[in-house]
């Protein structure tokens, strides 16, 4: 392979970082932009992956019941299937099993990343712990991320994360959230545009509210595309020195059986 290209892997490894560590993903009816959250309800949604404007795969997201009756699991899973990443089969999951407290809050109960490709594949596994109010990763996670991670009530996990934003998120309006995932604590937050605007997502036009987080010293920014009545956000872009790179457009969405 040549020196100038990334590997399948680590292509893949930073694609899931970029869609479970900002807020764009997985989201829930907006009844009315102004109106209380709506109820949690179960949804797929499929979009095609772009990078730098070129097609790179297909991603689907979804909410459903868990096993157990009181509990709820987030699905993201992506799959590779144009250039090197399409060639080496590389793919990546996600998952985190979650209850609901009181009416809205979302509470991580534990998560799982898996990530494959030809002669590679690892497997991270967290665990969060509220009555001792600790969140553990295992697994082939970095050694400097295998120490407990010291929760608060509130802390969220990347794709729970993205939940909440569709939820809270008003015209105007600053988000702030603390992220606790793969072995690390971050605080986000996340700035609701004034207005609403125009986006094209598959030849349709949308009124979008546009929502954006900046980070790495205003070097990375994600910014998410969330219309009235659709349970998951019709496009989500990565920019990184001012370029775009990684891009969510959906395709369809439905609600879950």
């Not at 987030?74 to 407290?101: C, E, H, K, P, Y």
């Not at 009555?131 to 969220?156: C, E, F, I, S, Y």
């Not at 988000?175 to 606790?180: D, G, H, P």
Request: no cysteine; hydrophobic share 40%; net charge positive.
């Amino acid at each position: 392979m040549p020196a100038h290209l990334p590997s399948p892997a680590l292509s893949m490894k930073r694609l899931t970082r970029v869609l479970t560590a900002t807020p764009f993903l997985l989201s829930l009816v907006l009844a009315s932009f102004a109106a209380p959250a709506s109820a949690l309800e179960p949804f797929v949604a499929n979009y095609q992956i772009f990078n730098e404007g070129k097609p790179l795969g297909e991603a689907t997201m979804q909410v459903v019941p868990d096993a157990n009756p009181s509990h709820w699991r987030i699905d993201l899973d992506m799959r590779g299937t144009r250039g090197l990443i399409g060639l080496a089969g590389a793919n990546a999951q996600q998952s985190t099993v979650f209850d609901v407290v009181g009416t809205d809050t979302y509470r991580p109960l534990s998560q799982s990343t898996v990530r494959k490709a030809i002669f590679v594949g690892r497997k991270i596994t967290g665990t969060y712990d509220w009555n001792a109010h600790t969140a553990r990763w295992t697994g082939d996670v970095k050694k400097n991320r295998q120490a407990p991670v010291p929760l608060k009530d509130g802390d969220m996990s990347g794709l729970l994360i993205n939940l909440a934003i569709i939820r809270d998120a008003q015209p105007g309006r600053t988000l702030q959230y603390r992220f606790v995932d793969n072995g690390r604590a971050r605080d986000h937050q996340y700035t609701v545009a004034q207005e609403l605007e125009g986006v094209s997502v598959d030849g349709m036009g949308f009124n979008a509210m546009r929502v954006s987080r900046v980070q790495g010293s205003g070097k990375e920014e994600t910014v998410v595309w969330v219309v009235e009545g659709v349970p998951t956000p019709v496009r989500i872009l990565q920019r990184e020195n001012g370029e775009d790179t990684f891009d969510l457009r959906l395709v369809d969405y439905k609600g879950a059986p």
